[in-house]
């Protein structure tokens, strides 16, 4: 243990007369410790809500999406898909026929996104179709087609498995009235769950041909949606499938469809870890008064430091190490308590949020090692810098003049 850090700890720990100093030493270290635990947990709730939100949200929609300007559809979409599928990185592609319908259930009316999908296709790849809350998938030849409902969907029509719906659509056919929507019943299968609310109160699906046939849509498909293994690599793969792509057809990435909700979450972030920063700022004011006091009590000590032939990079070393000290018990708490609400926030579910405006139940807190490390980083480099000012007043410190009167 060299001199200086040995002097610092024990001008820190030492009891003292001027016992305002040591208050102000505990004020620093609490300054820091609230500053550090707050920036981390708030940190930690925007990623986790970003994190739960975009997992849900790429659980339930596809990583990029193949359409066409034209209303009819995608032609010749196999080929296509083949094409596709066939470019490194990309996993799955799967043609999904899409109609905006109304459903009619026991209890109610509801709008709703009729999917058509190939549903044994996509259960391989989607762990909320291999676990159903409750029923099966609609198997061809039962009679009846069947229909899979979104489990806020189903209690806001009352229709549960083996229940019978009825769907309008926008298909229009003719009767001695005129034109009217064209209803099709489908027995309810079973009710799926993505925890995504938006996705689970306004969507049902149904099987690629009995979609085709009920829409009149014929050998088309609404769109392809592909998944693909890096999904921050969307907008590379969207230059790499133009060249593929019939005239009319365009891709849209996962990132575009939801731009708006993560810009404001990104935005959110950065102004969060901006304005906590300030409670650091105020603790990092504290150390430098601390620090000055410090100075003008041990004038005598330093003087006597230096006459024992101590230099003045001795003396700026003590001063500097003391503000470092508080700096670093301070971070170091602030980051266990920080920390531990996480864990303890996570595993208790503490903070319960409106499902339906949010999409999700309760907070979620996550801290990514870069965050954290930068949150670490920050703290300590705004102690450090303000010992900087004292620790050069304390090493100018006169000898003469710090003894004249002692």
């Not at 409106?354 to 139940?361: G, L, R």
């Not at 670490?376 to 710090?402: C, E, Q, W, Y």
């Amino acid at each position: 243990m060299s001199f200086e850090f040995f002097i610092a700890r024990r001008y820190l720990t030492a009891k003292r007369k001027q016992a305002f100093i040591s208050v102000i030493t505990f004020i620093s270290v609490l300054g820091i410790t609230i500053g550090v635990m707050a920036l981390i947990i708030a940190i930690a709730l925007i990623t986790g809500f970003q994190n739960d939100v975009q997992a849900k949200i790429l659980g339930a929609t596809s990583h990029l999406m193949v359409s066409d300007l034209s209303e009819t559809g995608l032609r010749d979409y196999r080929a296509l898909a083949d094409r596709i599928g066939a470019l490194p990185g990309v996993q799955s592609v799967s043609p999904v026929a899409l109609k905006l319908s109304l459903i009619s259930g026991p209890s109610g009316n509801h709008h709703l996104q009729l999917k058509g999908m190939d549903l044994d296709a996509e259960k391989s790849r989607t762990s909320w179709l291999r676990n159903l809350e409750s029923g099966a998938l609609p198997q061809s030849g039962a009679g009846r087609d069947g229909i899979l409902l979104g489990r806020d969907l189903s209690l806001s029509t009352g229709a549960g498995v083996g229940d019978v719906v009825t769907v309008l659509t926008d298909v229009w056919r003719l009767s001695p009235n005129g034109p009217i929507p064209k209803a099709k019943s489908f027995v309810v299968t079973g009710i799926f769950a993505t925890g995504l609310y938006e996705f689970d109160s306004t969507t049902a699906l149904i099987s690629l041909p009995a979609a085709q046939k009920y829409f009149g849509a014929g050998d088309t498909v609404s769109y392809l949606q592909v998944m693909i293994g890096d999904i921050f690599a969307a907008p590379a793969f969207k230059e790499r499938f133009k060249p593929l792509l019939p005239p009319m057809a365009y891709v849209t990435t996962w990132m575009e469809l939801n731009k708006s909700l993560f810009s404001a979450l990104k935005l959110e972030k950065t102004i969060m870890f901006l304005t906590i920063t300030l409670i650091v700022l105020v603790a990092a004011l504290n150390i430098i008064a601390t620090l000055i006091l410090m100075v003008m009590e041990k004038t005598r000590d330093i003087g006597i430091l230096m006459v024992m032939g101590a230099t003045s990079r001795n003396i700026r070393k003590i001063f500097f190490l003391q503000g470092a000290l508080i700096g670093i018990v301070g971070t170091a708490a602030g980051t266990g308590l920080g920390l531990l609400w996480c864990v303890l926030a996570n595993a208790f579910k503490l903070i319960k949020i409106p499902v339906d405006i949010y999409q999700i139940s309760h907070v979620p807190f996550h801290i990514k090692p870069l965050d954290l490390g930068l949150i670490v980083g920050v703290s300590l480099l705004i102690s450090f810098l303000s010992t900087l000012f004292p620790s050069h007043r304390a090493a100018k410190t006169d000898p003469v003049v710090a003894l004249k009167y002692e």
